[in-house]
Structure formats: structure tokens, C-alpha cells
């Protein structure tokens, strides 16, 4: 399943801002993934929310925005170049490394395809490399501009008209990107490159997919398209080229190794990501968890409130506390679920409370529990389950109460 995806901005190559999305998976995070959009296309084209889709569900994060002067990013798309959206590339990689974690997968659409090969050496952290209809040169793109090509040579730009739309064409467009060497840069990767492409794609011709393929080395794979056009417009093509990358992905993008080294492998260690008013994001181990507050106390809604954890944490350990109990005594339960619901509340107004805890006075946060139990068990057996369900570590730590000790790092900054 996918979490609700966040709208964000970061500042692109030349200080313009860009608009992005970032859809993460409703578990943890296995890895990030980077998406590089069509030339004149937006972050929002079907496939790239189909692919968005399919890796969420997998347990992959997919960053994709629009490139200055696209979509709604900000700066003037007419002095933009190959070499722009790159570096724009780049920018994206590090708001991914500062606020969350580098991208081990590229993923690039046609033009955008020829980006993430050039760009992809200069991110360290990247495993592996798709790229979807995507040209062996970069100026196959020049082809499109027809007879505006001496146009914009002999007068320095031209209005061209592509997919329907009118756009700025500058010459310096047109010297940068035959500059380009994506076959060398190809030949260079050092990652694992999987190219899709469509054998009737009539904007890119599939002679494209045959040299990128020949100047990669290995691991290399190569997936038909079959009748998919350029675009992807067919839902279906696009699902399909999702849940080919999805699975080849995972081949390379496995959980991360616990570093036992690492002075706080066995820490929960909490980071705001600088997005919105709370949002935060905690390191377990290998897994990575958004924790945020809701849209109605000023967050983003991106993931459970503090809270929300707690209460799961007294879900999760009962749940858990019921299963070792009934395996020991031999008790045949086919599932086992809680439903945790939390409120503050006024202690002489706590609905089932001790008389202790209604005797405190002032507000006290509440916890009910609702204890799911399925399999032929006796009402005795089911009675004497609740009872192991108050045995549960974590409800004795919430009814006993436990210290915490604050203190400031060790250099008074981190």
C-alpha cells in the first residue's frame, strides 16, 4: 500500500524553484528512488505514476519533479539544456540525501532516460539504473524541432511547437546537448542498467535500445515494450513497465545490513526532514519511518503522529504477547489483532480505570485495547488471554511508568 503521497519544493540548479512529490510505501522504507521526466513532460505523466506506484509497494520511496520551467517548477524553461537537467538531477539527489536518504535507483523516461545515465556516476549511492524509451544520443531530441531547426540556428531561438504545446527553443540548447556522450557515459556506468523499450516506439526508435544495451557492461537487461507507444499512455503498458522495474529493482536494492559498528545501530534516532512544521524521520535499524502530526495541528499528514506510535507499540506487543503465550500452551488461535484507541481524558472521568488512576485527578492519557481473537477456543480460554494480554511489556511500562534522561550531545550540536 502507499502512504499519502507529500507535495514538496527544493531549490534546482540555478535557485529556481522545483516542484516535486514524493510517494512513499505505508511501511518501512527500503530504499529511494529518483525519477527523471520526458523532455517537455512533468513529473505527473502516466507512467511516471504508475512506476511511483508499483515501487511504493515494494517498499520504495520515488522522488519526481518537474524541471525548471516545467510543469510547476519555477525558472524559464528557454534557458535550460541537457546539462541543466542534470545538474537539476543532482540537486534532486542531494535533497533526497539531506532530508532522507540517497537514491539507490535512477529511473529515466526517454530524454529524461539519457539524464539519469549521464548523471548517474556522479551519485555514489545508486545501485541500479531503468530507463524507459530512452535515446542513445541526446540530441536524437533535435529531430522533433523539423523545420525549426535552421530557424533557431540562424536567429538564436524559435517557438517550436511539441506535443501541442508551444516552447522556447534556444541555440544553446542546441550546442549542449551535441556535446553530449551518453553512449561513453553508458560504457562507464558501473551499475546495474535495465533498458525497456518498445519495438513500434515511433519517437525513439528501438535501434536506440540495441546501443545503449551493446555499450553497457553487465548486469544489463533489456525488456520489450511490446506495442507501447513512447508515452506509455496505455494504463496497462505503464503497469507493466512498473512491475518490471519494481522486480528487477529488488535484486539490487535489498534491505540494508544493520552496522554493528555503528554506535547507534540499536538506537531510534529521529531527524526532522525540513518539511512542513513536524515532520521527522526516524531511524530503526535498517528501516526508515515518517512521523508527522495531522494537517489539523499545522503537519503534513505524512505519517502516524508520536502517539499514533505509542498506541501501536501497545498493539504490536500485545498482539505478540498473545501469540508466544498461546504456541506455549498449545492454544489453537488462527489470528490474533488488537485495536488500540488513545484520548486524554479528565482521570475521574476514565471509563473502566482503576480507582487508583480516577484518584489522580487532572487529565491522564487512556489507552483501550480491544483484543481480537479467531479459533475454536472456550469462553475460559478466551478470559484468561486478556488477562496475558495486561502481562504485555509494554502496558506494564505505560501503567508503571518509566525515566527518561535528557541530555545534550557530546559537541552541543547534533
Known amino acids: 500500500m502507499t502512504a499519502k503521497p507529500i507535495r514538496l519544493t527544493f531549490a534546482g540548479h540555478a535557485g529556481a524553484e522545483l516542484a516535486a512529490r514524493l510517494d512513499l510505501p505505508e511501511g518501512p522504507v527500503r530504499a529511494y528512488a529518483l525519477f527523471a521526466h520526458c523532455f517537455t513532460c ?125 516552447f522556447t527553443i534556444e541555440r544553446q540548447f542546441l550546442d549542449d546537448i551535441s556535446e553530449q556522450a551518453v553512449r561513453e557515459r553508458v560504457a562507464h556506468l558501473g551499475k546495474a542498467l535495465l533498458v525497456l523499450h518498445a519495438p513500434r516506439d515511433e519517437t525513439v526508435g528501438i535501434d536506440n535500445a540495441t546501443a545503449l544495451f551493446v555499450a553497457a557492461k553487465h548486469p544489463k537487461s533489456f525488456v520489450s515494450l511490446d506495442t507501447a507507444d513512447h508515452l506509455l499512455s496505455d494504463p496497462q503498458d505503464a503497469a507493466y513497465a512498473a512491475d518490471v522495474i519494481a522486480a528487477w529493482a529488488s535484486r539490487y536494492l535489498g534491505a540494508a545490513v544493520k552496522d554493528e559498528s555503528d554506535p547507534e545501530a540499536d538506537a531510534v534516532v529521529i531527524t526532522e526532514t525540513g518539511l512542513g512544521k513536524f515532520q521527522s524521520i526516524a531511524r530503526v535499524g535498517a528501516h526508515r519511518l515518517l512521523v508527522d502530526e495531522p494537517e489539523k495541528v499545522g503537519g503534513l499528514d505524512s505519517g502516524p503522529s508520536p502517539y499514533d506510535f505509542l498506541a501501536a507499540a501497545l498493539g504490536a506487543c500485545t498482539v505478540m504477547t498473545l501469540r508466544m503465550y498461546a504456541e506455549h500452551k498449545g492454544i489453537d488461535l488462527a489470528r490474533i489483532g488488537t485495536t488500540v484507541h488513545h484520548a486524554k481524558v479528565h482521570a475521574e472521568d476514565c471509563a473502566g480505570c482503576s480507582g487508583d488512576v480516577r484518584a489522580r485527578g487532572g487529565k491522564i492519557d ?10 475454536d477456543i472456550d469462553d475460559d480460554t478466551r478470559a484468561r488471554l486478556l488477562e496475558i494480554a495486561d502481562k504485555c511489556p509494554v502496558h506494564r511500562t505505560l501503567e508503571a511508568g518509566a525515566a527518561v534522561i535528557t541530555r545534550q550531545s557530546s559537541d552541543g550540536t547534533e
Do not use: C, M, W
Open 366 to 375: 487512556r489507552f483501550e485495547r480491544i483484543v481480537h481473537l479467531s479459533g
Open 42 to 166: 512533468s513529473k505527473d505523466v502516466i507512467a511516471a505514476r504508475r512506476i511511483a506506484q508499483a515501487l511504493t509497494a515494494s517498499g520504495i520511496g520515488v522522488l519526481r519533479f518537474d524541471f525548471t520551467g516545467l510543469g510547476g517548477s519555477g525558472g524559464d524553461f528557454a534557458s535550460t539544456n541537457f546539462s541543466s537537467n542534470v545538474a537539476d538531477l543532482l540537486a534532486a539527489a542531494d535533497f533526497l540525501r539531506t532530508h532522507y536518504e540517497a537514491p539507490g535507483l535512477l529511473i529515466g523516461h526517454s530524454l529524461g532516460g539519457a539524464a539519469v545515465l549521464a548523471v548517474a556516476r556522479e551519485i555514489p549511492e545508486a545501485l541500479a539504473v531503468a530507463t524507459i524509451g530512452a535515446p542513445a544520443d541526446a540530441d536524437h531530441v533535435v529531430r522533433n524541432f523539423h523545420a525549426d531547426l535552421e530557424t533557431i540556428r540562424r536567429e538564436g531561438e524559435a517557438d517550436v511547437s511539441l506535443a501541442g504545446r508551444t
